[in-house]
């Protein structure tokens, strides 16, 4: 188990200086430091307030009306926390001539080089990737909830529209650099806000209506059901909470960077108390335990027929389409830091034909990857909570302590130190036995699972 008391390497301070030129070759051209705190601001949401909040109302389920909102403020108020931590950690690097620009650089400078190497490194990439790949996903998704509103007797695959989806994210991840996206994130922000708001209303309006299901509140299953659903519940909550680029959004801010990371985060956080409790609250209290795995599934009954106007149904999903994109793009960064990384001259202009060329083939060929494993692994919900398990918990909720008690080593003697080592052992733990639940569930549904499923 990690502890919060790891001493920082001897072998990591002495490559300091080469490792920091590799980082700043690197990120050249991905990572620009031009941002204001309103662009981190607009970052941050992008990255946080994602369509994984429409499954805020299944995690419900598992845990029941009092459970649920309080694993939602605790999971609110560690990550903010967190990410705080991790801000600092940073800066104080950064004011030492260490700059780290991602979590990798983060473990490799802090913990020594194995831990960004082979653990943290490929955790994170892997984790970014698999982000882009559920948005795919899901953008194909409800692009068929449209054509079949509007076709009933349609005959289009599920992968035709994740194909034609991956299609639209494969022209936006042409954009140049994190910093060239903050006004596609600004459109982002806003458009959260209005998905949220029709997941609401609409919730709100089939609540009260005689077409909605009857309220049931209770917990389905056995006791084994019911513990690893909790575990699986949280894992869930802390996807739609996580954010594996903390670190690249930072890289953004133009110096100084003091106390413009806490200001980004303060408006992050308001648009959550908004969209994350309005969206758990109103979908739960609609649906009961009937709320699906994708909210917006519900507002259509068992035999496809809509119990909103579709129009409403037709709005919303546009809505949450047009969101996916730029949240996919966002995390597409990473990846395409590291292939920039590879084939990039930093030598070489930014638009020249020696670094335009590789840069598109490289992130066309990404997209398309990814676009080819949605259509092949289309169940978004396995997808979600096995995310959080393995990607989400240790990066978010376990690493951030740890990185900030060996960088500032405060004494055992004060709060904030034992604050820290319980948030780590505790999330070691509740991530540990989240990934088991998360297996489990695959398990359970692979019977049901089939490469290329039309679902």
């Known amino acids: 188990m990690l ?78 926390y967190n990410y705080n931590l991790i801000s600092l950690v940073l800066e104080h690097h950064a004011h030492q001539g260490r700059r780290m620009l991602r979590f990798r650089d983060m473990a490799r400078d802090i913990l020594g080089p194995p831990w960004g190497r082979f653990l943290v490194g490929p955790m994170q990439f892997a984790v970014c990737f698999c982000v882009a790949v559920a948005c795919i996903l899901l953008g194909g998704q409800c692009m068929k909830t449209i054509y079949l509103l509007s076709n009933p007797s349609g005959s289009m695959k599920l992968y035709e529209f994740i194909a034609i989806f991956g299609c639209f994210m494969l022209i936006l991840a042409q954009m140049p650099s994190f910093h060239s996206l903050r006004h596609i994130n600004l459109v982002s922000l806003i458009l959260c806000l209005a998905y949220s708001a029709c997941a609401i209303v609409g919730s709100i309006y089939i609540g009260y209506s005689s077409k909605g299901p009857k309220k049931d509140y209770s917990i389905k299953g056995d006791t084994e059901n019911r513990i690893f659903g909790i575990f699986n519940a949280i894992s869930i909550i802390a996807t739609a909470y996580g954010n594996g680029i903390v670190p690249e959004i930072q890289a953004t801010l133009a110096s100084p960077v003091k106390r413009k990371m806490f200001k980004g985060l303060c408006i992050c956080y308001a648009v959550i108390i908004v969209t994350f409790f309005g969206a758990a609250i109103s979908g739960y209290w609609a649906f009961g335990n009937q709320a699906a795995g994708l909210i917006l599934t519900n507002f259509m009954d068992n035999n496809g027929k809509p119990l909103l106007p579709k129009w409403f149904i037709y709005m919303t999903n546009i809505f949450t389409i047009t969101q996916l994109a730029a949240v996919g793009v966002v995390y597409l960064q990473p990846t395409n830091e590291v292939l920039e990384q590879a084939f990039s001259d930093p030598k070489s202009p930014e638009f020249s034909q020696r670094n335009v060329v590789p840069r598109l083939i490289s992130r066309s060929l990404t997209t398309a990857v990814a676009t080819v494993i949605a259509a092949m692994l289309p169940f978004f919900g396995d997808i979600n909570a096995l995310i959080g398990a393995f990607g989400f918990m240790p990066l978010d909720f376990i690493l951030p302590p740890i990185f900030f008690n060996s960088t500032f080593r405060p004494s055992k003697k004060t709060p904030i130190f034992w604050l820290n080592v319980t948030i780590s052992v505790a999330f070691s733990i509740v991530g540990a036995t989240a990934a088991v639940a998360a297996v489990r569930q695959i398990v359970l549904d692979a019977k049901t699972y089939r490469l290329f499923a039309n679902v």
């Open 3 to 80: 502890v919060a008391n790891t001493t920082i390497s001897h072998e990591a301070e002495k490559h300091n200086d080469s490792n920091q030129k590799d980082v700043d070759a690197g990120a050249l051209f991905v990572l620009k430091s031009k941002g204001s705190w309103i662009h981190c601001g607009y970052h941050l949401t992008t990255s946080i307030v994602a369509p994984p909040l429409l499954s805020l109302p299944f995690a419900f389920t598992f845990l029941g009306w009092t459970a649920g909102i309080l694993i939602l403020v605790i999971i609110a108020a560690i990550t903010f």
